[in-house]
């Protein structure tokens, strides 16, 4: 039951009613018997300056989460911002302090290579093909070469978008082996889809399947389907395959905690 200490926690975004991580974050909560709720905020981008100090402002708030379209424009809200944040300029998870201060950081690329390694595929000393350059895709980048993959190759339609993510990448890790490329699959450990290609049923694959050798891991970000044509494809090819939802399992994990700073 809410009362007077209840913790309070919130996501931002626009539209709101789509978002499903209420009942992902209160069932975390509540398995963990906290005094904690959070709670669907709908912004539009023209307020969220306002809401955000609003936030800032209220002292039995702990944090918020941050989804379309707003994970940029927080960013430059936030009083510090975690390296995941500083590399992709992008948020979204906001933790606030005891005095109001607001810390923001970056969980998509953790929490896909915390799901890679949950299923017993750690990226160290991999060779990798990302697929994409929008804002997931960016913070895939930053997480494959912080977990130390043996080369990052990023291949995207828009290879400008590509360059940008290798510059960002390379400023935050210079040692890094990580370059824009084109999306042949062959001689890769681990292959990631992070294109929006796969969401609808009659979208086009976004590699070759017949350039994958049978050992590379094949990976999606896409939760709905779970199995998309690409991960079908490419196990029948003989591909192992990694689904999308362990990217959103351990993302919940690793925002939950920075904002109760556990
Ligand atoms: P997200 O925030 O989920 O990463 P995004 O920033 O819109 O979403 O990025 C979508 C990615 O899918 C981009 O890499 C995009 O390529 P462009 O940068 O060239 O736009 C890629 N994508 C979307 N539709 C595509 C298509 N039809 N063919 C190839 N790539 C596509």
New binding site residues.
Partial sequence: MINGNTRLFAIVADPIAQVRTPQVLNAYFEARALDAVLVPVHVAPEGLAAVVEGFRRTRNLDGFIVT?PH?TAVAALCDALGPAAQATGSVNTVRRDPDGRLVGDMFDGAGFVQGLRTQGHDPAGRRCLL????????AIAFSLAQAGAAQVVVA???RA??DAVVQRVRQAFPQADIQAGDADPQGYDVVVN????GMKPD??L?LAIDRLQPHTLVAE?IMKPELTPLLAQAQAHGCPVHFGRHMLDEQVRLMARFMLRD
């Fill in positions: 379309v994970k697929l994409g350059a929008g804002g997931a895709a960016g995207n339609r828009t978008k590509a992070a294109t929006s290609l979208d086009p976004p970000i």
